[in-house]
């Protein structure tokens, strides 16, 4: 297993104060002085930080710029997914093998703790895997020049990227055989109208999980293939931010003015919690609006965003896991239903 950590996700969008705002105002980030793995800075760019999670805000004021004309197909997107890496050169070497596109080659930078080793490459979509290894002076030395703060959201817990239903065995095999992930988890959901196949990589010791999905229309088109034609391709869908306390970081969120998905008030009645739960807490969760669910390592909650911007793309996850090392069969279903449902009242107005 090659991946340590996500180092950080860079967005490229068309308003960077506005997106700035939501994550700063409404999901509590901060700003972030330097990430010492960012270099060459073309555009506008606003790094901010809540705790282990990175983020890297991009836009650029030049219609004509690379930027302009990706943002101008896809609207705000997901362009660069980082890795903290154990060998960068042992994962270029595989990524030649497999026969992916070298972005940019293996280079070094300097930082105040040590050097970083970095390195691109290409993947799904527009979107790039950055490579990130550390070689420090002091060992566990920090390489973010920023001190860690007392909010909620605590970590990148997965990534969820939207592929073409033939892609699905290529990006499986493009996460196995480049950065040694295995196949951890498997679920296919069909509702009414359509549906999804998803397969989840990665490695329960190191924590990492890369969740692909992949469309299977029925009477309407499934909302992965939806994704997918707002997009401009594949793409990152959603990106999920681990917690200790859901209940407390999703009151506060919530305060904050950001919108989640709906549940039916069904779903609480007739949720299967453990005796040992009081009734005070079904109804905290109904309130909220959290979903619950375990595999058989533990519990897991997990809530979803509404769409956070004008494209009916991306969105985020809020998750806490009690145990649970992949993912509860009923809430996989449960999220399709509520998206569905959601993107149905959009299409409606």
């Not at 101008?72 to 997901?78: N, R, Y």
């Not at 453990?274 to 005070?280: A, K, Q, V």
Request: glycine share 6%; net charge negative.
């Amino acid at each position: 297993m090659l991946i340590t950590r996500f180092d950080y996700i860079e967005f490229y969008v068309s308003n960077l104060p506005l997106v700035q705002f939501l994550f700063k105002h409404g999901l509590g980030f901060e700003n972030c002085s330097r990430i010492d793995s960012i270099e060459n800075i073309d555009y506008n760019t606003s790094l901010i930080f809540q705790n282990d999670i990175n983020i890297v805000l991009s836009s650029s004021c030049d219609s004509l710029s690379e930027l302009s004309k990706e943002v101008s197909l896809s609207g705000d997107f997901i362009k660069d997914v980082a890795f903290e890496v154990e060998d960068i050169e042992q994962v270029i070497s595989n990524a030649s093998a497999f026969g992916t596109k070298i972005i940019e080659p293996v280079h070094e930078l300097f930082y105040n703790q040590g050097i970083i080793k970095k390195a691109t490459i290409a993947s799904f979509g527009n979107t790039r895997h950055s490579l990130i290894q550390k070689i420090p002076f002091i060992k566990d030395g920090p390489h973010l020049q920023k001190q860690y703060n007392n909010s909620p959201l605590e970590k990148i817990d997965h990534i969820a990227v939207a592929v073409e239903y033939k892609n699905l065995d290529k990006w499986v095999d493009f996460y196995k055989n480049i950065f040694g992930l295995q196949k951890i988890f498997e679920e296919n959901v069909i509702t009414e109208h359509s549906g999804m196949m998803s397969v989840v990589v990665g490695s329960d010791q190191k924590g990492i999980k890369i969740v692909l999905v992949s469309p299977v229309d029925g009477k309407s088109r499934s909302q992965i293939s939806d994704f997918i034609s707002n997009n401009n391709g594949e793409g990152v869908q959603h990106i999920a931010f681990s917690t200790s306390n859901i209940i407390k970081a999703i009151k506060d969120i919530k305060n904050k003015g950001v919108e989640f998905l709906d549940v039916n008030d069904d779903y609480y009645n007739k949720l299967d919690l453990p005796e040992s739960y009081r009734n005070s807490y079904r109804d905290e969760l109904k309130n909220l609006r959290i979903l619950y669910d375990k595999d058989e390592y533990g519990e897991l909650l997990q809530i979803f965003s509404k769409k956070l911007h004008s494209k009916p793309t991306w969105f985020l996850e809020v998750l806490e896991r009690k145990g649970a090392k992949t993912f509860g069969r009923g809430n996989v279903k449960k999220l399709y239903e509520s998206v569905e449902k959601e993107l149905s009242k959009q299409y409606a107005k």
